[in-house]
């Protein structure tokens, strides 16, 4: 019995020592154009105890990192590999990211759907087509920017039906906890002055404002990351998710108007509406 007692006092002992990445999370920082209304903002990922499934094969991100420790390269090489979550055993592909290794412009949205886990690239779908126009409207080619996602594998509703169309969802709040060393090592490492979160998901947790979509959508925020340093300052903008668009075309004119904030605090002229 006093056998059993000590082992579960160390198998505490290692659990408690531990931690998780909720440990480097940094209070939310409010929107720069309505900072005393967001100064009461909750949190949008409340701590949860992390639901690893597989063995973790690649290190998290740390407070401590030095942004030169890794390259979009070495990031992309540990998502083609990862299983830190669920999510990893029944991707098809991992998406890492793609564009501009030095772009001014990231879009970030929530995970890969159907099209992305086939091929292994963000925004490929129907969604991506007009995140294309999205991009083209605001005077840049695709190849000028960097696109990610918050999860790199495929969330999907049913994951024993991996060949069904509509089986996409919203990654969970453990999944983001778990993969958000990537996408926020990848920030670093491209190094953009400004981001665009696409959809409420990439929004609330980049923003790290629990309100809806609609509430910090169109602001410009300081960003700050949760589980690395940021090597310089990146500006962020929330708006509508492309499928949200595809669902919804009335959107589309707040969508622009969006991002016509965005681009006057870059300093530059649109040269069309989407
Ligand atoms: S979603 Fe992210 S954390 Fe989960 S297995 Fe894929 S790369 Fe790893």
């Known amino acids: 019995m006093k056998k059993e007692i000590r082992n579960l006092a160390g198998d505490l002992k290692k659990l408690i020592s531990a931690g998780s990445e909720e440990d ?15 100064v009461s903002a909750e949190p949008v990922l409340q701590p949860a105890p992390p639901q690893i499934t597989k063995p973790q094969t690649a290190a998290p991100a740390t407070a401590t990192e030095p942004a030169e420790s890794y390259t979009l390269e070495s990031i992309a090489k540990q998502i083609l590999s990862c299983q830190r979550c669920a999510l990893g055993a029944t991707r098809i592909k991992a998406v890492p990211g793609e564009g501009n290794p030095k772009a001014r412009l990231m879009f970030i949205g929530e995970g890969p759907g159907y099209e992305e886990d086939r091929q292994g690239r963000p925004f490929v779908g129907k969604a991506g087509q007009l995140l294309d126009k999205i991009i083209a409207a605001m005077g ?9 996602n918050m999860v790199k594998c495929h969330p999907m509703i049913d994951p024993q039906d991996p060949e069904k169309r509509g089986n996409d969802r919203a990654p969970v709040p453990d999944e983001i906890a778990l993969c958000r060393g990537y996408v926020e090592r990848q920030i670093n490492a491209v190094g953009p002055d400004y981001i665009v979160a696409l959809g409420g998901v990439a929004a609330k947790s980049l923003i790290r404002d629990a309100k809806s979509l609609s509430a910090i959508r169109g602001k410009i925020y300081d960003l700050e990351l949760s589980s690395v340093q940021l090597a310089k300052p990146v500006k ?3 708006t509508y998710h492309p499928a949200a ?3 919804n075309p009335g959107w589309k004119k707040d969508t622009w108007a969006d991002l016509k904030i965005l681009l006057a605090d870059m300093g530059r002229t649109p040269p069309s509406a989407v």
């Open 24 to 38: 480097f999370m940094i209070p939310a920082k409010p929107a720069r154009a309505d900072a005393a209304a967001a």
């Open 236 to 238: 962020i903008l929330a």
């Open 140 to 148: 840049f080619k695709r190849e000028e920017v960097f696109i990610a």
């Open 245 to 247: 668009l595809l669902r």
